[in-house]
Every structure is written in C-alpha cells, then in structure tokens.
C-alpha cells in the first residue's frame, strides 16, 4: 500500500487546517488596517513548491484560488533564488494571475525544511489605502493604474529576513 493511511491523512490535514487559523488569528489580532482586523478581509493558506493547495484557512475565495498561479510565477522566476526569511510581496493581477485587485496585497513566505524548499505559505489582506483616487471619482477608476501601487512578483520585492 501506498501514500498515508486516512487516519493518518486526517490528522495532516487538519493540523494544516489549525495552522493557517492560528496564521489568520495572529495577523488580525496585529493588523492596523481595520479591513483586516475588524471585517476579516484577509485569505491565509499553504501551497506545496507547485502550487498546489494543501489548505487553506478561514478565506475570501477570490483571494486564496488565485494564490496557486502567484507561487507558480515565484517559483519559475526565482526557482534557484529562494532562500530561508524570504518573504515576497505581490498584488500584481497582470503578471501570473497573481490577484483579482490591487488592494489585495500578498505576502508570500517560503518554508524550508533541512534546507530544502517544502512549502509556501501566504497571507492576503486588503489594504485601505495604495495610492488610489478618491472614492467620490469613481468614474476615472476605470484605469487599472490608477487603482493604486503595483508590486509584481517579477521585479524581487523580497524581504530577507
């Protein structure tokens, strides 16, 4: 037989399932934007190198199903520069289908286990100001570019840590 037994698979999966609450609880509990940490506009979850979901916490759909497509064009653009306290900014919604809008920002963190790349896990929340026009001019938010600041994935926004 192989793969894991399903008391085995359960017991991953729902530990998964309790990481990503805690990862939720954690950055509404900090947050300064009352998006985040009143209305719980945030979407947290953990992807395998391939982008494949392995589990995703309490999420806006929108913002955790495009995260697969983000860790794609991390991992085609950055495969042999990942290191340990990355961190990788990204709401780019041109680039890899990286997000739906650009107020929704995603930090994106690579886990290392021995050294090796094993995990990503991602937090994505919306943020209440990224340069956009006024709410009253909603006629000229037609251009995307106007919408606020762009950060693709492509251009290194990482953090060491």
């Not at 008391?7 to 998006?35: F, K, N, P």
């Not at 956009?132 to 060491?160: I, T």
Request: hydrophobic share 35%; glycine share 10%.
């Amino acid at each position: 037989m192989s793969g894991a037994d399903p008391i085995t698979l359960s017991g991953v999966w729902y530990y998964l399932q309790r990481v990503c609450d805690e990862m939720a609880y954690l950055v509404e509990r900090t947050a300064r934007s009352y998006l985040i940490g009143q209305q719980h506009d945030l979407s947290v979850g953990i992807w395998d190198t391939a982008g494949r979901t392995l589990a995703i916490g309490r999420a806006l759909p929108i913002q955790a199903f495009s995260a697969p497509f983000a860790i794609r064009s991390i991992m085609e653009q950055y495969e042999r520069d990942i290191h340990p306290g990355d961190i990788f900014l990204t709401n780019d919604p041109y680039h890899g289908g990286h997000n739906n809008h650009l107020p929704d920002w995603g930090f994106i963190r690579p886990i290392f286990y021995h050294g090796k790349l094993k995990f990503f896990c991602l937090v994505r929340g919306h943020q209440q100001d990224t340069g956009d026009v006024p709410r009253r001019l909603l006629p000229e938010r037609a251009r995307h570019h106007r919408r606020g600041a762009v950060h693709p994935a492509d251009e290194d926004p990482r953090a060491r840590g």
